[in-house]
């Protein structure tokens, strides 16, 4: 047998939303308290109707080193310091009560920092009354003649509103009468709270033109607070118990059916004045929680909220009565909402449950700031995110007006002291933030089918038919005894009907005949009456076809309405169509231009980035016809220089084959004249002349040339060059970098540094292992022969970590080839100019830097 799952729980559907709501932004104003103090320092500056400005005090300056710069913020309207509760009530809480009449919500809350005036504001003092009674004073003042009977709108605890006939309500009222436990309200003007006994004076009276007279109104109030998130119920009677005194019950939130949040248990009061509606609301005044701080001496501990709710009906087809039908019921309400300060408890000097308190109400507050910029980032950037409606019990209450239940106003009330300037920064910042979120729009209610202006026709019926009876002479009312007492006196009177004798036999007769007199006057006033009744039923019949001609004729003229409305709607959505095509189009024509502007942007540089170019490579052209110009006249020079160079070396190598071969002619020479004289010994007695040779000196400097080493002189001892010791033979550690463009040169004296790192290319790893340098240079001499050039330093570590080097010493290894330069020739012979010019070409022998002198092998 297959086990069935458990089923899961359907998701509700959520309310299906227009695509085209209009939306309005939430309506953020901003009132200013008088100082306490006339010397003290201001902090808030009202530029305009609309504008404040915010200027750092000069201690704060002073402390931050004057880093804080004026700044401005604008709201809908700003009210200052001379504005009056009423210029503040027409301004803001006025609409909002049309709107309450017209089955519209709304919402209005004070916002700001500990004694800033939000109390003050809302509730308002004796001769200065706030927008609370001034609201509750206009709705009754617009609505007061059309009001139920009580207990004809019943609340059914679950945040409806039933309708009952007027018998019911009747003993609806006996029943709650007969409960003690049922709060009971005023029902006279001479038990009004003296609190509230002048708080508007007569000339501030106003009243709204928008009332529906075919309706019937009743107001309902309740009053909770929010204290350390949790709700109570300011209006509900806790029983007495005089033994243990019970602390009051928290309530709970609930969503009824419309999926409106609303505190379940709540004590909901019907009044019909503003006495009734002050009187309750100076009841729940008392148990809300207040304290003294060190900003303020009544400091609110608590959210509070006072709910007015509206219930209308609308009359039955004839005016006469509600009519019986709880679909027809529309309930609206406005919430007034006087938010605790926030505080800092580092100037409050809060402890225990102030401390607590403070906490509390500081969270609340940041939950309220994070819901309004998550639904700002969710309008501005259209994403989905989740607003955390249920963090705290405030956010989570009026969680529907944020999601278009009706409108929603706030007050910003700021207090101008230096000493709250760090919270009126932040107060400012989440008010200019509030502007920026958008509610929906709420929606007219349905309006009732029936005919309008039926209480008024209802009442001219009336008055009519009473004009008509007393024109006739019929009585207006039949229950009237002077009109009984003339209408017995008009009868014949009754004879005496005393029987004295038997045999009377005239008394009964007449007694007959009176009665029957009086008998004949009853049925003619009888068929007067019904004559009377025919008429006047033929009027009421006359009178209900007119109604029914104009019932007619407004029904046709209601369907002409209705085509022209259905016309006016099409063509409404025609122009909405229209203008959308058109915006898009506009939209398209805007991408295009910027595209446009792109493309020709985009051209622009890449004709300059062209022309920039072509400078360029003109001038990298320019730049190599002179570079080559350039290395033409070096080559020309080093060929000019080396074919002088090769003609004085053929030149030096012919002279130097020259002289060998005159050496060699010499010695032929002398040995011809030696075997020559040894076989002419005998002959010739004398010795034959030596022939004449050039001087020794030029075999002087070719054996000199041909020798390793210069030969010393007879005359004086060989002098030795003084050398100074080489740097790299010392024991520290080198780093050896011989580059591998060096040549081996095979030569007998080599530079060999002990404890040296052979690098070809420095780096720091070897570096930062030595404290010596040396760099290997070669480079080419005058002579045409390799010069090799030690450079030395000292290794050093930079403040940066790295390595440097300091270069202080060069020495130069040489070396010479001795055949390379020419004999010096006689002075007497011809080739003494090319001799001379040879030596002055030659380079020294000697080193003028610090070194050794490299020699090759003879």
Known sequence: MQKTGKGKTPRRPGQKKATNIEKDPVGVYCRI??????????????????????????????????????????????????????????????????????????????????????????TGSPGEGGLLPRSLDMLFNSISPFQAKRFVFKPDDKNGMEIQGQVDALLERQKRDSQQSVPKTPSSRQKADPEFADMISPEEACKSENVDEDCCYSVFVSYI???????????????????????????????????????????????????????????????????????????????SVFTVKLAQAPLDADGDHILQDKNQVNVSQLCLVDLAGSERTSRTKAEGSRLREAGNINQSLMTLR????????????????????????????????????????????????????????????????TQEVEVARPVDRPICGLAAGRRHRNQAFRDELSRHLEERGGPSDADDPILLTQLMESLPALPSCELVDPADDQTLPRLIEVLERRQHIRQMMTEQLHKTASTLKSMLQQFDGQLSAK????????????EKDKVITNQRTEIERLEKKSTTLEYKIDILQKTT?????????????????????????????????????????????????????????????????????????????????SSAGSCSTERPEKPERPSRERDC??????????????????????????????????????????????TVMQPIIPNAIKVSTPNEKALSKCHKYVLRHQELASDGEIETKLIKGNVFKTRGGGQAVQFTDIETLKQECPTSSSRKRRSGSAEGPAEMEDIENRAPVTNTSYGYQKRRKP
């Open 597 to 677: 502007d792109m493309y020709e942007q985009d051209t622009r540089s890449l004709r300059q980035e062209l022309e920039t170019r072509d400078q360029k490579l003109q001038r990298e052209l320019s730049e190599r016809r002179r570079m080559e110009q350039r290395m033409q006249g070096m080559v020309t020079d080093t060929k000019l220089k080396w074919e002088k160079e090769c003609e004085r070396r053929v030149n030096a190598k012919q002279l130097e084959m020259q002289n060998k071969l005159w050496v060699k002619d010499e010695k032929l020479k002398q040995l011809k004249a030696i075997v020559t004289e």
């Open 701 to 746: 400097i070719i054996a000199q040339k041909r020798s390793a080493s210069p030969s010393p002189r007879p005359t004086a001892p060989p002098v030795r060059p003084t050398h100074r010791r080489s740097h790299s033979a010392g024991g520290e550690k080198w780093v050896d970098h011989k580059p591998p463009s060096n040549l081996d040169l095979d």
């Open 225 to 303: 607070e929010v204290y350390n998130n949790y709700i109570y119920d300011l209006l509900e009677d806790a029983p007495f118990d005089p033994i243990r005194s019970k602390p009051p019950q928290s309530k709970s939130l609930r969503e009824d059916q419309n999926h409106n949040m609303y505190v379940a248990g709540c004590t909901e009061v019907e009044v019909k004045s503003t006495e009734e509606a002050f009187e309750v609301f100076w009841k729940g005044q008392k148990k809300r929680r207040i304290a003294n701080t060190q900003l303020n001496r009544e400091s609110s501990r608590s959210h």
């Open 370 to 433: 994070t819901c309004m910029e998550v639904l700002r980032e969710n309008q501005m950037c259209g994403t989905n995110k989740m607003v955390p409606y249920r963090d705290s019990k405030v956010t989570l209450l009026f969680k529907n007006y944020f999601d278009g239940e009706g409108k929603v106003r706030m007050i910003v009330c700021v207090n101008p002291k230096a000493d709250d300037y760090d919270e009126t920064m932040l107060v400012m910042r989440f008010a200019e933030m």
């Open 551 to 562: 019932e007619t004729y407004l029904h046709d003229q209601q369907s002409k309405l209705c």
């Open 33 to 122: 308290r008088p100082l306490g103090a006339e010397d003290e320092e201001c902090c808030v500056e009202m530029i305009s109707s609309s504008t404040i400005q915010l200027h750092a005090p000069d201690g704060l300056k002073a402390n931050r080193n004057g880093e804080y710069k004026e700044t401005q913020y604008s709201f809908k309207k700003v009210f200052g310091i001379n504005t009056t509760q009423m210029e503040l009530f027409e301004d803001v809480a006025k609409p909002l009560v049309d709107d309450l009449i017209r089955c519209k919500n709304g919402l209005l809350f004070t916002y700001g920092v500990t004694g800033s005036g939000k109390t003050f504001t809302m």
